[in-house]
């Protein structure tokens, strides 16, 4: 009989680390070995409830103790945790988003050591909507204007989200681009014409928003909308489960959702 797979969790307190802990139960041949959190989190030093797990603010521990570890802590820790995995040869999936350039090329260096597994967003719905997207950008032209619209709770604190990088990352890659040549960030003002091609995005932030997000194709005459809405963090868990288990069995490298699912 095989060893079940040991996940680790750092940030394991946190809203998305708590779902992720929970649904690696629903998963055969997982299970939760460790976890970590800030020293000032109340949780910290103390028994989780339902588990033998000691959870601290140790992540070595949780990257020495674990076969894959899933991080979705705030942006800053990627480098250090980047650095862990590759230390360890412990796969690392990161759904982290807003980093910076030097974190993703932490990223970069730590995959040739290990796998890394990073996205915006994993859930299903989502990876579907970018492949669909990049397929209709490829095929619209630049004709068709291209926004992105976003909704979040109030306390996100990166604007656009990582998922609507993605979508506007996956029409540039559709459009033969790349998204930092095309983007337009929000408009405020006397802005001027819409530059043709360009790619636009909007963010709202309120309430318990979990994720919504909106994409609209338009041309002169008519309009398409691809859209995606986030019902609980479950879909966004599992799927974290679902690439940490993936990432077990790949050789090192860096690695997307897009990989996982077999769209790539």
């Not at 992720?20 to 989780?48: C, Q, W, Y």
């Not at 989200?161 to 506007?168: K, N, P, Q, R």
């Not at 960030?185 to 919504?212: H, M, N, P, Q, Y």
Request: hydrophobic share 45%; proline share 2%; aromatic share 4%.
């Amino acid at each position: 009989m095989a060893e079940d797979l040991k996940l680790g969790v750092v940030g394991c307190l946190g809203r998305m680390g708590q779902a992720i802990v929970a649904a690696t139960d629903n998963f055969d041949g997982a299970v939760f070995v460790a976890g970590s959190e800030v020293v000032t989190h109340p949780g910290v030093l103390k028994r989780m409830v339902g588990t033998q797990v000691i959870v601290s603010d140790n992540a070595k521990a949780v990257f020495e103790a674990a076969d894959v570890v899933i991080d979705f802590t705030p942006p800053g820790n990627t480098a250090v945790h980047g650095a862990l995995a590759a230390e360890n040869n412990t796969p690392l999936v990161v759904g982290t988003t807003g980093f910076s350039g030097d974190d993703s090329a932490a990223l970069d260096q730590a995959s040739s050591e290990t796998v890394i597994v990073q996205a915006g967003n994993f859930s299903l719905g989502v990876n579907m909507m970018m492949a669909m997207a990049k397929q209709a950008a490829a095929k619209l032209g630049t004709e068709w204007d291209i926004e992105i619209l976003e909704m979040h709770h109030r306390d996100k604190v990166d604007a656009p989200s990582g998922t609507a990088e993605m979508l506007g990352e996956a029409a540039a890659a559709g459009r033969g681009d790349t998204l930092s040549n095309l983007r337009t960030g929000a408009r405020d003002g006397i802005t001027g014409v819409r530059k043709k091609g360009s790619i636009g995005f909007a963010s709202l932030r309120g309430g318990s928003v979990i994720g919504e997000h909106e994409m609209i194709f338009a041309s002169g005459s008519e309009r398409i909308t691809l859209s995606h809405k986030a019902e609980n963090r479950t879909l966004f868990a599992d799927g974290a489960v679902r690439a940490a288990i993936w990432a077990a069995s790949q050789k090192p490298g860096r690695y997307s959702m897009q990989d996982v699912l077999g769209f790539d």
